[in-house]
């Protein structure tokens, strides 16, 4: 799976670099237009673990970018995107997700 972080680069500001660490500390726009021809990701609980891991944690969709995941895990794996795991999508082991850009958009009413 390749990124390209630098597309996100006009939505993310470097405020600080935390001491002895390298890490920096980011300071993210949190709004854009909703029909914007882009989505975010964002990883939940990447959390390193003996066994697991995630290096990559945020990022930008585009049409020319798509996210592609490959599932490592052997079983229980599950996706899902609005926060309610109960109406996940199994991603076992083998089993790969590309999340790109619908062609078709929705049209916001007001």
Do not use: C
């Not at 990701?41 to 697991?52: C, G, L, S, Y």
């Amino acid at each position: 799976m390749v990124q390209d972080i630098a597309a996100t680069a006009d939505l993310l500001a470097v405020t600080k670099r935390k001491a002895n660490t390298g890490k920096a500390r980011l300071n993210v726009k949190t709004e854009f237009a909703w029909d914007a021809n882009y989505l975010f990701f964002t990883v939940r609980e990447p959390f390193p673990t003996k066994t697991t891991g995630a290096s990559l944690v945020f990022g930008r969709v585009t049409p020319e970018t798509p996210l592609i995941l490959e599932s490592h895990m052997a079983e229980n794996g599950v996706i899902f995107s609005d926060g309610i795991e109960n109406d996940f999508l199994e991603f076992n082991s083998g089993t790969q997700a590309t999340i790109g850009i619908a062609e078709r958009k929705g049209v916001l009413v007001e």
